[in-house]
């Protein structure tokens, strides 16, 4: 055989191995393509998923302390259906499952709004402990804590009806048609004292014995007689005599040093 001959027959093996590897590398890469695919689009359906109820988890989170404090203000009223509203439902409450149906369709009956308050504090658990004076306080300025209110929020999303019918999918997404119930509650402790302003605020404080009305008594009948007999005393000097309200001039005025100054444009 001639080396031309040989030389011929050996760039033919060597083009068809290399056709023969690059057909098999070829598909190997396709295939790598596809699972990459299937990843990513798992990955975009689970981050979808997965936003979705963070998003309802946090609103929630929300309307369980929102509950709790209106509770506290006010036991006796019906905030369920406020909370629900302004927490689950609106324009920015559209939660959709993977069909576009929503997930929350019947808000009355997927979330419930429940409330929970034990029996009061005994008294080595209030503030002060059993002491008596810390007793006639907590009396006088309202500080008796009635005990720890709970509010629970619960919330169902709605499953994907649509979906989980056609049974498994190509893509094994099928978990995704599933929501598990989301429940929050907030816990806090009833009666510390809140006042609505700061004139309550004087009100509570001068409406105790104890802590001030007994001395700011003692005090003005005294300044009262001091009063009296200065004021002959000072009249040339156009001073300005005593003023014995201590708390209620207070009203609304925060102290200079506190205050900043207004924007400009502001009023």
Known sequence: MSP???EGRSSGADAR???RLAAV???QALAEGLVVMLVLVSLWVAVAWLGQLQDMALSAQHASGHAAFAFTRNPVGDAAEHIRWQYFQGPAHQWKDRGGNPM??????QVQVNWAR???LD???????SSIHAESLRRSWQLGDRGIVSARVSATPR????ASSAGSSVLGLEDFNRYPNLRRHTAILEGAGHAADDVRVQQIVAQSELAWSDSARASRIIGTKIDAAMAAVDAPWHRDRPEFDWLGLWAGHVPAERLADSPKGRP
């Open 17 to 19: 191995a290399r056709s």
């Open 4 to 6: 031309r001959l040989a």
């Open 104 to 109: 929350l369709a019947l808000p009355l009956s």
């Open 123 to 129: 008294q080595e658990a209030q503030p002060g402990g």
């Open 118 to 120: 034990p029996e009061e």
């Open 25 to 27: 590398q070829g598909g």
């Open 159 to 162: 499953h994907g009806v649509a």
